[in-house]
């Protein structure tokens, strides 16, 4: 073989631009399925979360409308109905809170609190509102609000963006609108 037939394989080697796309192809399919995957996911936690505060607002705006007394045979089928509307079996936590402002001693009081389903969240206490003027509403002397809270955790399919799994936290805060109090199972002043 001649130096210059050598040279003239190399050059139309060079020029030609016939040939497979495997090297592009090992590096744009892995982005592009990631991509895929990561834009599937972040919806799918948008659809998640929408579907929970929605669920969590029907409870608070049920409760409020309420001018009986409120059992626990009501909160178990507020936990059933919260379930219903997210479409789960039981996998979401909801806690339901009545919430006191009390000027005099510029504090909130837990009039009562209910918890349903597994998780960590745990019953509100008065010892823990007191003094959190930064995460409840501006009230006025004895005002009473509803406070509906559920925690639920995505299982992420991928794992790719969040990880194995993720907490939805919602909070809502609803006032009392037809009656003077929401009373669980006997009203005392």
Excluded at 7 to 30: C, N, Q, T, Y
Aim: include cysteine; hydrophobic fraction near 40%.
């Amino acid at each position: 073989m001649s130096w210059l037939y050598l040279k003239h394989l190399l050059k139309s080697f060079r020029d030609d631009e016939r040939g497979s796309f495997m090297v592009e192809s090992v590096i744009a399919f892995p982005l592009l399925f990631w991509t895929v995957c990561a834009t599937y996911e972040f919806f799918e936690v948008h659809r998640y979360k929408s579907v929970r505060i929605k669920a969590t607002y029907t409870i608070a705006d049920m409760l409020s409308r309420e001018q009986a007394e409120v059992t626990e045979t009501y909160i178990d089928n507020a936990k059933i109905l919260f379930d219903e509307i997210t479409n789960d079996a039981g996998q979401n936590q909801l806690r339901i809170t009545i919430i006191r402002y009390d000027a005099d001693d510029d504090d909130y009081d837990v009039a009562w609190s209910k918890l349903r389903g597994e998780g960590r969240m745990r019953v509100l206490r008065s010892r823990d509102t007191r003094d959190q003027h930064d995460k409840f509403p501006i009230m006025s002397d004895g005002e009473q609000v509803i406070v509906v809270e559920s925690v639920s955790e995505y299982d992420s399919l991928f794992g790719l963006v969040f990880g194995d799994s993720i907490n939805i936290d919602t909070r809502v805060f609803t006032s009392i609108r037809f009656a003077p109090q929401l009373c669980f199972e006997e009203c005392t002043s």
